[in-house]
């Protein structure tokens, strides 16, 4: 007849591999190494955040000229000078920007461009219009 198994609080002694150590599990009286978790790129501290433009490509997949366009007709939000050579934004404008073109995309207030009309072309006629001239 088998032994019922018994199961310890501590992972490492029901024979399962030990985990990763966190700051929270440290407190409880592990004594192992701790492994910190690299900082994001910008940490929330309560502070207004600003991005520089490297980090604003990749949360706003435009091209730079697309969004200084916009921001010429006020559609997007304003970067603002540091100094003479660094150009930033406001993260929460931002942000908040995004949140607004996600709702106005859902409620179709965001117009797409018209599709070309094929037909009107003059490189790679339609079949038809191919047709027409033989």
Known sequence: MARPQTIHPDPSRN???????????????HETNLRREPSPPW????????????QLRLLVPLADSTIYEMEQRGEFPRRFSLTSCCVVWDLAEVEAWIEQRKRDSYT????????????????RPTAKAARAEQ
């Open 43 to 54: 940490i929330r501290t309560g502070l207004p955040q600003t991005i520089r433009r490297n």
């Open 15 to 29: 024979g399962a591999p030990p985990r990763a150590q966190t700051a929270a599990s440290a407190h409880q009286g």
């Open 108 to 123: 179709s207030r965001i117009r797409r461009a018209p599709a070309p009309d094929v037909h009107t072309r003059r490189t």
